[in-house]
């Protein structure tokens, strides 16, 4: 089984700074990792991915993440965050087990300060 | 592309009555969907998996008998809250895959969620 760690629940910034979301995960084999943001009563959107290769993943909006796979890490980074970018993030995960369970972090919640 | 429609946005009801909410895909078929519920302050708890023309999978500790779910078509799951009381006051979010991307590095399409309100 697989789990994810968001220690960070809640992470002040203000505009124009840099961000760094962090997301540990757990698991005995090899897994997929996925960035989500969720605005305000809506639903998920994928921000980005990491399957294989290059372990620097670029997303939307101009977030990017690192696959750290020594520290079982895939933080999540902006140089330059906007208003807009309140929101909350979530880490998940998903391993070929069972019928393709997706695991998700607890969540961070951004909150830009103009 | 690759839209899930989730209705309704917000729905309030009496203990004791029932609910359904719908999940469709719209510009893709899905085999397989999801459930979950989502308290404040806390992640996606997975409810159950929907498996079209097939008996839904359902995670540990989430009853069947309350939360029925059906996935009748490729592009339509419904979850429907039976017998509702203010404990399942949440945050219910569908997602799918599309099935011609259905192997498990591929990303999760996500409904905009229903707030269930249960007085």
Request: hydrophobic share 35%.
């Amino acid at each position: 089984a697989q789990s994810v760690t968001q220690l960070d629940s809640q992470v002040p910034v203000f505009e124009e700074a840099p961000v760094e979301l962090r997301c540990n995960y757990s698991s005995s084999v090899s897994v997929y990792l996925f960035w989500y943001v969720q605005y305000p009563n809506q639903g998920l959107q994928l921000l980005l991915k990491y399957l294989s290769g290059s372990t620097l993943v670029k997303g939307i909006n101009g977030f990017e993440a690192e696959f750290n796979k020594s520290q079982t890490s895939f933080h999540l980074r902006k140089p330059s965050v906007h208003i807009s970018d309140t929101a909350e993030y979530f880490c998940a995960v998903s391993a070929p087990e069972g019928y393709q369970k997706v695991t998700f972090g607890t969540g961070t919640k951004l909150q830009v300060i103009p | 592309g690759a839209v899930v429609s989730q209705h309704p946005s917000r729905v309030i009801c009496k203990s004791g009555t029932s609910v359904k909410i719908e999940c469709r895909s719209l510009d893709f078929q899905a085999t397989t969907m999801f459930w979950y519920r989502q308290f404040p302050k806390k992640s996606l708890m997975l409810m159950a998996t929907s498996n079209e023309g097939s008996k839904a999978t359902y995670e540990q500790g989430v009853e069947k008998d309350k939360f029925l779910i059906n996935h009748a078509s490729l592009t339509l799951s419904t979850l429907t809250v039976t017998s509702a009381h203010p404990e399942d006051s949440s945050f219910y979010i569908c997602s799918a895959r599309d099935r011609r991307d259905s192997s498990y590095n591929s990303p999760l399409h996500f409904g905009n969620g229903t707030r269930l309100t249960v007085t």
